[in-house]
Nanobody, 118 residues
Framework: QVQLVESGGGLVQPGTSLRLSCAAS????????MGWYRQAPGKERELVAT???????NYADSVKGRFTISRDNAKNTAYLQMNGLKPEDTAVYYC????????????WGPGTQVTVSS
């Protein structure tokens, strides 16, 4: 089993920056892909960014050039650096992890609220 806990969310003004952290514990050596997803009120959960163990990244078009996903395997922690925040970025942000070996398992953190408003 893998446990994930997000931190770093809060209320910020448009144009500012914020860094989210995701601490993983348990069977962390079984993790392949780490990712960040978000869900705004009244909308479906959407992919923000993913990062494989091999270093391959994938970003949603809406955050390309502004957000950066990274991971520190020694610390069992993933990060999401968010720059140039917009009101449209307001959502609950969730950390996700996928296992390496079949059967593939998906793990989720409880989420952290990010609110961008003046």
């Amino acid at each position: 089993q893998v446990q994930l806990v997000e931190s770093g969310g809060g209320l910020v003004q448009p144009g500012t920056s914020l860094r989210l952290s995701c601490a993983a514990s348990g069977s962390t050596l079984t993790i392949n892909t780490m990712g960040w997803y978000r869900q705004a009120p009244g909308k479906e959960r959407e992919l923000v960014a993913t990062l494989t163990t091999g270093g391959v990244t994938n970003y949603a078009d809406s955050v390309k050039g502004r957000f950066t996903i990274s991971r520190d395997n020694a610390k069992n922690t993933a990060y999401l650096q968010m720059n140039g925040l917009k009101p449209e970025d307001t959502a609950v942000y969730y950390c996700n992890a996928l296992s390496r070996w079949p059967p593939i398992r998906s793990y989720w953190g409880p989420g952290t609220q990010v609110t961008v408003s003046s």
